[in-house]
């Protein structure tokens, strides 16, 4: 006589899955060398528009707000998605959100769309909402001819506003 009729052998318990743990946080901000940033907007179409393409020595990046302080820099401003300007500076602090680049300690920015225009300052600051440029301290502009590399016009001033095609400026 069995007193355990009917009763089956215990069943193997499963493993338990192995234990994950959690990637560990990303640093709020990072700092690196040979950045490259290709900043785009989403467009009500669905289609992305360049708005800023950047390389830096090195630099800062914040990777809550995507912004960042980046040292010897140049790169190229958009407008509707073609190019616009060029520019080149000791520091240059990009804010996604702010929309807007701050460049200082001696930058030149260089009309691409069309060319000819130059501006030299202590400061510049693109925002990209309003499409103009400020450029302050020490400003010097210059305009040339795109055919025969003449000057056709320039002046010095303390404070420039234009827009990013480098082609409407006003002198408070």
């Known amino acids: 006589m069995t007193l ?14 192995p234990r994950q743990t959690a990637p560990p946080a990303l640093p709020k901000a990072i700092n690196t060398q040979g950045i490259r940033i290709n900043w785009r907007a989403k467009q009500k179409t669905g289609s992305l528009w360049r708005v800023l393409d950047l390389k830096a020595e090195k630099g800062t990046i914040d990777s809550q707000s995507q912004s ?16 616009r300007a060029a520019f080149e500076a000791p520091t ?9 680049v701050v460049a200082t300690g001696g930058v030149k920015v260089r009309g691409l769309n069309p060319k000819g225009a ?6 510049a600051t693109w925002y990209i ?3 103009i440029v400020i450029a302050e301290g020490h400003v010097y502009m210059e305009q040339r001819n795109p055919r025969t590399d003449q ?12 827009n990013t095609e480098l082609q409407q400026f006003s002198i408070p």
């Not at 240059?92 to 807007?100: G, L, P």
């Not at 130059?118 to 400061?123: G, R």
């Not at 056709?152 to 506003?161: D, P």
């Open 68 to 83: 960042g302080v980046m040292t010897n820099a140049t790169g190229t401003l958009y407008r509707e998605n073609r190019a």
């Open 129 to 131: 909402e309003k499409n």
């Open 118 to 123: 130059l501006i030299t300052a202590d400061k």
């Open 4 to 17: 355990f009729a009917g009763c089956k052998p215990p069943r193997p318990r499963p493993a338990a899955p």
């Open 151 to 162: 000057k056709t016009a320039w002046g010095n001033a303390e404070h420039l506003t234009v």
């Open 92 to 100: 240059v602090e990009a804010a996604r959100d702010q929309r807007s």
